[in-house]
């Protein structure tokens, strides 16, 4: 999914008139989403460059990495 396809990078300025009329509360959920959705969109990448890393890591640990890596992945809204 590209990111930059969203409203919020193409028409800038709508989203500015919006924001005044938001409920404070609302806005700083929706931030909140927003930086986490970057977070995992950065992390996502990495995980996959550390793969090679986990060879050396027990069956159990590489179950949860994967799983670590997988939640990164929807997070990030690569799914």
């Given at each position: 999914?590209?990111?930059f396809?969203?409203?919020?990078?193409?028409?800038?300025g709508?989203v500015r008139k919006?924001?005044?009329?938001?409920?404070?509360?609302?806005?700083?959920?929706w931030?909140r989403?927003?930086?986490?959705?970057g977070?995992?969109?950065l992390l996502?990448p990495i995980g996959?460059?550390?793969?090679?890393?986990?060879?050396?890591i027990?069956e159990?640990?590489?179950?949860?990495y994967?799983?670590?890596?997988e939640?990164w992945k929807?997070?990030?809204?690569g799914?």
């Amino acid at each position: 999914m590209n990111n930059f396809n969203f409203p919020t990078f193409k028409q800038p300025g709508k989203v500015r008139k919006i924001i005044p009329q938001i409920p404070r509360e609302n806005l700083l959920d929706w931030m909140r989403h927003y930086f986490n959705l970057g977070i995992y969109s950065l992390l996502y990448p990495i995980g996959g460059i550390i793969e090679n890393l986990i060879a050396k890591i027990s069956e159990k640990q590489r179950y949860y990495y994967h799983r670590w890596i997988e939640e990164w992945k929807y997070g990030s809204g690569g799914d």
